[in-house]
Protein backbone atom coordinates (compact mmCIF):
# COMPACT_ATOMS: atom_id res chain seq x y z
CA UNK A 1 0.00 0.00 0.00
CA UNK A 2 1.13 3.44 -0.62
CA UNK A 3 3.06 4.96 2.41
CA UNK A 4 3.29 8.50 1.30
CA UNK A 5 0.81 10.88 0.27
CA UNK A 6 1.94 14.39 -1.38
CA UNK A 7 0.60 17.46 -1.13
CA UNK A 8 -0.94 19.40 -3.28
CA UNK A 9 -0.55 17.23 -6.54
CA UNK A 10 0.71 20.17 -8.38
CA UNK A 11 1.82 23.72 -7.64
CA UNK A 12 2.42 27.17 -9.81
CA UNK A 13 4.54 29.21 -8.23
CA UNK A 14 5.98 32.79 -9.26
CA UNK A 15 10.30 32.78 -9.50
CA UNK A 16 11.42 34.17 -6.79
CA UNK A 17 8.75 32.68 -4.84
CA UNK A 18 9.12 29.61 -1.91
CA UNK A 19 7.64 26.71 -2.90
CA UNK A 20 6.30 24.14 -0.01
CA UNK A 21 5.33 20.52 -0.50
CA UNK A 22 3.95 18.33 2.45
CA UNK A 23 3.91 14.66 2.69
CA UNK A 24 1.83 12.27 4.79
CA UNK A 25 2.59 8.76 5.66
CA UNK A 26 0.77 6.22 7.52
CA UNK A 27 2.95 3.98 9.78
CA UNK A 28 6.20 4.22 11.75
CA UNK A 29 9.29 5.20 9.78
CA UNK A 30 12.98 5.08 10.12
CA UNK A 31 13.71 7.83 7.61
CA UNK A 32 12.46 9.71 5.28
CA UNK A 33 13.74 10.70 1.66
CA UNK A 34 12.83 13.60 -0.59
CA UNK A 35 13.39 12.89 -4.63
CA UNK A 36 13.36 15.56 -7.81
CA UNK A 37 12.69 14.12 -11.26
CA UNK A 38 12.60 16.47 -14.15
CA UNK A 39 10.54 15.53 -16.75
CA UNK A 40 10.80 11.97 -18.54
CA UNK A 41 14.82 12.12 -16.64
CA UNK A 42 15.81 9.75 -13.41
CA UNK A 43 14.88 10.72 -9.90
CA UNK A 44 17.59 12.41 -7.82
CA UNK A 45 18.52 12.20 -4.05
CA UNK A 46 17.56 15.38 -2.27
CA UNK A 47 17.71 14.59 1.47
CA UNK A 48 17.45 11.85 3.66
CA UNK A 49 16.03 12.56 6.91
CA UNK A 50 15.90 10.00 9.90
CA UNK A 51 13.33 9.82 12.53
CA UNK A 52 15.30 11.22 15.43
CA UNK A 53 15.57 14.30 13.41
CA UNK A 54 13.38 17.44 13.00
CA UNK A 55 14.50 19.54 10.51
CA UNK A 56 17.65 18.92 8.23
CA UNK A 57 19.31 22.12 5.62
CA UNK A 58 20.57 21.61 1.91
CA UNK A 59 21.57 24.65 0.23
CA UNK A 60 17.95 26.51 -0.69
CA UNK A 61 15.93 23.00 0.41
CA UNK A 62 14.59 22.62 3.85
CA UNK A 63 12.93 19.45 5.32
CA UNK A 64 11.40 19.19 8.51
CA UNK A 65 9.76 15.82 10.04
CA UNK A 66 7.17 15.58 12.76
CA UNK A 67 6.91 11.80 13.64
CA UNK A 68 3.69 12.56 15.61
CA UNK A 69 1.98 13.75 13.00
CA UNK A 70 3.60 11.35 10.65
CA UNK A 71 4.20 14.50 7.70
CA UNK A 72 7.14 15.95 6.43
CA UNK A 73 7.54 19.23 4.53
CA UNK A 74 9.84 19.85 1.98
CA UNK A 75 10.44 24.07 1.61
CA UNK A 76 12.66 25.18 -1.34
CA UNK A 77 13.09 28.87 -1.38
CA UNK A 78 14.07 31.90 -3.76
CA UNK A 79 12.75 29.69 -6.45
CA UNK A 80 14.18 29.17 -9.73
CA UNK A 81 12.74 27.69 -13.49
CA UNK A 82 15.68 25.19 -12.52
CA UNK A 83 13.30 24.38 -9.77
CA UNK A 84 10.75 23.03 -12.03
CA UNK A 85 10.00 19.22 -11.64
CA UNK A 86 7.93 16.37 -9.62
CA UNK A 87 8.98 15.70 -6.49
CA UNK A 88 8.55 12.85 -4.35
CA UNK A 89 8.68 11.67 -0.76
CA UNK A 90 9.89 8.00 0.41
CA UNK A 91 9.67 6.45 3.51
CA UNK A 92 11.15 3.31 4.79
CA UNK A 93 10.10 1.62 7.81
CA UNK A 94 13.36 -0.26 8.97
CA UNK A 95 14.90 -2.91 9.28
CA UNK A 96 12.67 -5.29 11.21
CA UNK A 97 9.76 -4.79 8.73
CA UNK A 98 9.85 -7.50 6.13
CA UNK A 99 8.64 -4.96 3.89
CA UNK A 100 11.77 -3.94 3.66
CA UNK A 101 11.72 -1.38 0.83
CA UNK A 102 11.63 2.53 0.27
CA UNK A 103 7.89 3.41 -0.59
CA UNK A 104 7.29 6.15 -2.93
CA UNK A 105 4.59 8.72 -2.41
CA UNK A 106 2.36 9.79 -5.48
CA UNK A 107 4.60 13.01 -6.24
CA UNK A 108 4.03 16.65 -6.32
CA UNK A 109 4.21 18.48 -9.87
CA UNK A 110 6.31 22.37 -9.19
CA UNK A 111 6.03 24.56 -11.68
CA UNK A 112 7.67 27.65 -11.46
CA UNK A 113 6.02 30.28 -13.66
CA UNK A 114 8.87 33.40 -15.17
CA UNK B 1 31.88 7.54 -10.70
CA UNK B 2 28.81 8.89 -9.25
CA UNK B 3 26.18 8.10 -11.63
CA UNK B 4 24.17 4.97 -12.90
CA UNK B 5 24.19 4.39 -16.56
CA UNK B 6 21.37 2.51 -18.39
CA UNK B 7 21.37 1.99 -22.14
CA UNK B 8 19.57 2.54 -24.51
CA UNK B 9 17.97 5.45 -23.49
CA UNK B 10 15.12 5.36 -25.98
CA UNK B 11 13.75 1.80 -27.35
CA UNK B 12 11.11 0.54 -29.43
CA UNK B 13 9.84 -2.98 -29.53
CA UNK B 14 7.24 -5.43 -31.29
CA UNK B 15 5.35 -7.43 -28.81
CA UNK B 16 7.78 -10.47 -30.62
CA UNK B 17 10.76 -9.23 -29.96
CA UNK B 18 13.48 -10.19 -27.58
CA UNK B 19 15.38 -7.01 -25.84
CA UNK B 20 17.63 -5.85 -22.84
CA UNK B 21 17.82 -3.05 -20.52
CA UNK B 22 21.31 -2.31 -19.13
CA UNK B 23 22.64 -0.28 -15.99
CA UNK B 24 26.14 -0.10 -14.88
CA UNK B 25 27.30 1.69 -11.80
CA UNK B 26 30.76 1.84 -10.43
CA UNK B 27 30.35 3.24 -6.69
CA UNK B 28 30.79 0.10 -5.34
CA UNK B 29 26.76 -0.03 -4.32
CA UNK B 30 25.81 -3.73 -3.40
CA UNK B 31 22.26 -3.24 -4.33
CA UNK B 32 20.49 -2.19 -7.62
CA UNK B 33 16.80 -2.28 -8.62
CA UNK B 34 14.90 -1.98 -11.54
CA UNK B 35 11.70 0.37 -11.40
CA UNK B 36 8.96 0.94 -13.75
CA UNK B 37 7.07 4.24 -14.27
CA UNK B 38 4.10 5.14 -16.04
CA UNK B 39 3.00 8.96 -16.74
CA UNK B 40 2.20 10.94 -13.64
CA UNK B 41 2.83 8.04 -11.73
CA UNK B 42 5.30 7.08 -8.88
CA UNK B 43 8.01 4.73 -9.41
CA UNK B 44 6.90 1.29 -9.04
CA UNK B 45 9.38 -1.29 -7.84
CA UNK B 46 10.39 -4.29 -9.79
CA UNK B 47 13.25 -6.38 -8.57
CA UNK B 48 15.75 -5.74 -5.69
CA UNK B 49 19.59 -7.54 -6.14
CA UNK B 50 21.47 -7.35 -3.00
CA UNK B 51 25.04 -8.32 -3.08
CA UNK B 52 24.23 -10.04 -6.69
CA UNK B 53 21.16 -12.22 -5.70
CA UNK B 54 17.57 -11.32 -6.55
CA UNK B 55 16.14 -10.48 -3.26
CA UNK B 56 13.03 -9.23 -3.90
CA UNK B 57 10.90 -9.97 -6.88
CA UNK B 58 7.92 -7.82 -6.64
CA UNK B 59 5.22 -10.56 -8.82
CA UNK B 60 6.61 -8.81 -12.05
CA UNK B 61 5.73 -11.12 -15.27
CA UNK B 62 8.03 -13.83 -16.77
CA UNK B 63 8.01 -11.66 -19.77
CA UNK B 64 10.43 -9.38 -17.55
CA UNK B 65 13.75 -11.29 -16.80
CA UNK B 66 16.45 -9.39 -14.43
CA UNK B 67 19.79 -11.17 -14.72
CA UNK B 68 22.85 -9.40 -12.13
CA UNK B 69 26.33 -10.63 -14.15
CA UNK B 70 28.32 -9.07 -11.71
CA UNK B 71 28.09 -6.25 -9.13
CA UNK B 72 28.35 -3.04 -11.30
CA UNK B 73 25.58 -4.46 -14.17
CA UNK B 74 22.68 -5.03 -14.14
CA UNK B 75 20.23 -6.29 -17.22
CA UNK B 76 16.61 -6.63 -17.55
CA UNK B 77 15.16 -9.28 -20.38
CA UNK B 78 12.73 -8.50 -22.48
CA UNK B 79 9.89 -11.01 -24.42
CA UNK B 80 6.60 -11.07 -25.84
CA UNK B 81 5.79 -7.49 -24.04
CA UNK B 82 1.97 -5.75 -24.39
CA UNK B 83 1.68 -2.44 -25.05
CA UNK B 84 0.66 -1.79 -21.48
CA UNK B 85 4.66 -2.68 -20.35
CA UNK B 86 5.19 0.73 -22.46
CA UNK B 87 6.60 2.68 -19.34
CA UNK B 88 10.37 4.59 -18.27
CA UNK B 89 12.49 2.01 -17.05
CA UNK B 90 14.59 3.44 -13.89
CA UNK B 91 17.71 1.60 -12.96
CA UNK B 92 18.77 2.85 -9.27
CA UNK B 93 21.80 1.39 -7.00
CA UNK B 94 22.40 1.82 -2.84
CA UNK B 95 25.15 1.17 -0.39
CA UNK B 96 23.11 -1.80 0.96
CA UNK B 97 19.65 -2.91 0.20
CA UNK B 98 18.46 -1.16 3.18
CA UNK B 99 16.83 1.50 2.94
CA UNK B 100 19.24 3.61 5.27
CA UNK B 101 20.93 5.10 2.12
CA UNK B 102 19.50 7.49 -0.73
CA UNK B 103 19.03 5.67 -4.09
CA UNK B 104 20.92 6.69 -7.03
CA UNK B 105 18.87 6.79 -10.39
CA UNK B 106 20.40 6.27 -13.85
CA UNK B 107 17.98 8.38 -16.49
CA UNK B 108 16.09 5.27 -17.39
CA UNK B 109 15.10 3.90 -20.54
CA UNK B 110 11.96 5.38 -22.58
CA UNK B 111 10.51 2.08 -23.60
CA UNK B 112 7.50 2.23 -26.15
CA UNK B 113 5.91 -1.68 -27.37
CA UNK B 114 4.15 -1.76 -30.49
Known amino acids: SQQGEEDPQALSIQEGENATMNCSYKTSINNLQWYRQNSGRGLVHLIL?????REKHSGRLRVTLDTSKKSSSLLITASRAADTASYFCATWRGPMNRDDKIIFGKGTRLHILP | DTEVTQTPKHLVMGMTNKKSLKCEQHMGHRAMYWYKQKAKKPPELMFV???????INESVPSRFSPECPNSSLLNLHLHALQPEDSALYLC?????????????FGSGTRLTVV
Open chain 1, 49 to 53: IRSNE
Open chain 2, 92 to 104: ASSRTDRGNYGYT
Open chain 2, 49 to 55: YSYEKLS
